[in-house]
Each structure stands twice: as structure tokens, then as C-alpha cells.
Nanobody
């Protein structure tokens, strides 16, 4: 499974950005697709996740109501995309954002970065005050 994140950039506080993550390779209907972020000097933290079907989503408390995770799944699973729409951005949202995926993740552990084997390269989001 290969993941490639894009869409980061510099935005003023209160602005919006949409991150994209292209997912290709062998994927399974049980895959969880997730976004994590890592701010300078901090641990990588969970942001949001979505089930492969798109029927279930999960969010870290500080982004609820501001961020929306979604995905486009092609019928043949050849290339798929997961998005993170980020609105009302705050300076504390500044971080490198990573997309991740794994078919072995379960609901009880999807906030744990160590449960994911497949990662994108990260895209930097900078929110100025």
C-alpha cells in the first residue's frame, strides 16, 4: 500500500485548507484511513479516521466541528483518495500532517499511531496568527 499526502501550505488563522492523500496498491475493505499530525517538539497525534466504507468517522476532540474527513473509493480500488477538510484553522493546528492506513486497525486502537503500518510522507500546514 502506498500513500501520498498533499495540500499543505501557509494559511492565516480562521482560514481553510484541504489535504488529500492518494492511496494505491493492495487495499482491503477493512482498511481504516487516518490523519495524524506532529507539531514541532511534540509527539505525533491522532486527528481523524474514516472506515473504508465511509460509514464511520472518528475525530480528536480539538478538531471536532472544524475538520471533516472523507474519502473517494474507486470501484476497482486501483487508486483512492482520503481528504481532510480543515476549516477555522488555529495557530495550534500548525504541524506536519500524515495520512496512514492499515487493515488490522480496530476501533479501539485507531487513535494509536503504532497500529498503522502504511504512512504517507507528510505535508506541512502552517497557520499564522
Amino acid at each position: 500500500v502506498q500513500l501520498q499526502a498533499s495540500g499543505g501550505g501557509l494559511v492565516q488563522a480562521g482560514g481553510s485548507l484541504r489535504l488529500s492523500c492518494a492511496v494505491s496498491g493492495r487495499t482491503f475493505s477493512r482498511h481504516i484511513l487516518a490523519w495524524f499530525r506532529q507539531a514541532p517538539g511534540k509527539e505525533r497525534e491522532f486527528v481523524a479516521a474514516i472506515s473504508w466504507s465511509g460509514g464511520s468517522t472518528w475525530y480528536e476532540d480539538s478538531v471536532k466541528g472544524r475538520f471533516t474527513i472523507s474519502r473517494d473509493i474507486l470501484r476497482d480500488n486501483a487508486k483512492n483518495t482520503v481528504y481532510l477538510q480543515m476549516n477555522s484553522l488555529k495557530p495550534e493546528d500548525t504541524a506536519v500532517y500524515y495520512c496512514a492506513s492499515d487493515f488490522r486497525v480496530i476501533v479501539g486502537t485507531l487513535r494509536n499511531q503504532y497500529e498503522y503500518d502504511y504512512w504517507g510522507q507528510g505535508t506541512l500546514v502552517t497557520v499564522s496568527s
